[in-house]
């Protein structure tokens, strides 16, 4: 299986300020034939069920503000917020699409400071 | 606009089996452009994926689960369904279903949207 591991599990950022999230894949999610990295994005507010935010690593699903940026290639990831917003405050999980079994990471909190 | 919809029985005794339907609405569940699947979250912890299904019948599941998982798909209903046997307090959790984007042509897999709203299932004597 390919592990995916988010850091940090939590943390915390003022309103108006920068998150930045990491996911790392055990193996890279890069394929080859198409440049495509196989990574999708959510995020879940509590008591509803999680919403794409991104996919192909840095494609933003339609209607999601642009203050949501992805990144990354391979085996490294990021998910940057700018300028969080009260609405934001959710958890967030990444989650690999290149090989069976399909498996998110652990999640990671973004509160408010 | 698609909509997903979980339902089934909220409380299941150990060593029984679960059995969950999720009813499409606002689009076909025979698009060759999906899998439909199964995802579920543990109280308080994070998203385990448990199998999808296309209309056609190909069906993936995850190892971990595969002895106890069926997933079977009524197109006439426009739904598929979840069973898995033998429950234990460790398949106490939120039960999603969701739509898994598909490439036809390349075969390429894809990510999980929509969601559905989830259904809680509690397994206890």
């Known amino acids: 299986d390919i592990v995916m591991t988010q850091s940090p599990d939590s943390l915390a950022v003022s309103l108006g300020e920068r998150a930045t999230i990491s996911c790392k894949s055990s193996?890279?999610?890069?394929?080859?034939?198409?440049?495509?990295?196989?990574l999708a994005w959510y995020q879940q507010k509590p008591g509803q069920p999680p919403k794409l935010l991104i996919y192909w690593a840095s494609t933003r699903e339609s209607g999601v503000p642009d203050r949501f940026t992805g990144g990354g290639s391979g085996t490294d990831f990021t998910l940057t917020i700018n300028s969080l917003q009260t609405e934001d405050v959710a958890v967030y999980y990444c989650?690999?699409?290149?090989?069976?079994?399909?498996?998110f990471g652990q999640g990671t909190r973004v509160e408010l400071k | 606009q698609l909509q997903l919809q979980e339902s089934g029985p909220g409380l299941v005794k150990p060593s029984q089996s679960l059995f969950l339907t999720c009813t499409v609405s606002g689009g076909s569940i025979s698009s060759s452009d999906y899998y439909w699947a199964w995802i579920r979250q543990p109280p308080g912890k994070g998203l385990e994926w448990i199998g999808d299904i296309h209309y056609s019948g190909s069906v993936y599941y995850n190892p971990s689960l595969k002895s106890r998982v069926t997933i079977f798909v009524d197109t006439s209903k426009n739904q598929f369904s979840l069973g898995l046997t033998f429950v234990t307090a460790a398949d106490t959790a939120v039960y999603y279903c969701?739509?898994?984007?598909?490439?036809?042509?390349?075969?390429?897999?894809?990510?999980?949207?929509?969601w559905g709203q989830g259904t809680l299932v509690t397994v206890s004597s």
């Open positions: 989650q690999q699409y290149f090989y069976t079994p399909w498996t």
């Open positions: 193996q890279s999610i890069l394929f080859s034939s198409d440049n495509n990295n196989y």
């Open positions: 969701a739509r898994r984007h598909h490439d036809i042509v390349t075969g390429s897999h894809k990510w999980f949207d929509p």
